[in-house]
């Protein structure tokens, strides 16, 4: 899992290198995560990369009713998570990348259970691994890194030092 977060970080040091009139102009969150995409897409060769992708091979993405961010429906709520590596037609779920800017003060919680429910193989066909990704113009403020339907906190531990260490943010 770490080689994966490693292109995650390269993938971040090259948006931070060439990316800072976002931040400057303070443009949306959906921008970001597609700029983000691009250079996140350099570093998966034979992966498809994309942003906002409700589907998994057929099926539509929905977390389980009754979910804490479930709606009435009684498929469940769908979701659509900001960025994917993956291959479409399997489907192979690699990395869910949920992207937050840092003056974007509502709860967390919403991005959390996502990404919870993306990586639990319990729910459906998971994802490998979930990043949290907080970002602000200099850097990642807050990083978590989800495996198996929840936080794991030594990579996230991990990661938040490689990312200070990277010059992207602060070890925590």
């Known amino acids: 899992m770490q080689a994966e977060l490693n292109k995650v970080i390269a993938a971040l040091r090259d948006f931070y290198a060439h990316e800072a009139f976002l931040f400057e102009k303070d443009i949306g969150e959906r921008a970001i995560t597609h700029r983000f995409a691009v250079y996140l897409e350099r570093q998966f060769s034979g992966w498809a990369v994309d942003c906002n992708y ?3 091979g057929e099926r539509t993405l929905h977390l389980p009713h009754g979910t804490i961010i479930s ?3 009684h498929l469940g ?3 659509y998570p900001d960025v ?3 291959q479409r037609e399997i489907p192979n779920n ?3 990348v949920e992207i937050r800017k840092a003056s974007n003060h509502t709860p967390l919680d919403h991005d959390q259970h996502k990404l919870m429910a993306m990586t639990d193989a319990h729910i459906w066909f998971a994802y490998w691994i979930g990043v949290l990704l907080v970002l ?3 850097g990642v ?3 978590e890194v989800y495996v198996g339907g929840l936080v794991e906190q ?3 531990r991990w990661f938040a030092t490689r990312l200070g260490e990277s010059g992207l943010g602060a070890a925590r």
């Open 77 to 79: 709520k769908s979701i």
């Open 54 to 56: 409700d589907r998994l």
């Open 154 to 156: 030594p990579l996230s």
């Open 136 to 138: 602000d113009r200099r």
């Open 94 to 96: 690699l990395l869910a």
């Open 71 to 73: 709606t009435d429906d």
């Open 141 to 143: 403020t807050t990083s």
């Open 84 to 86: 994917v590596v993956h």
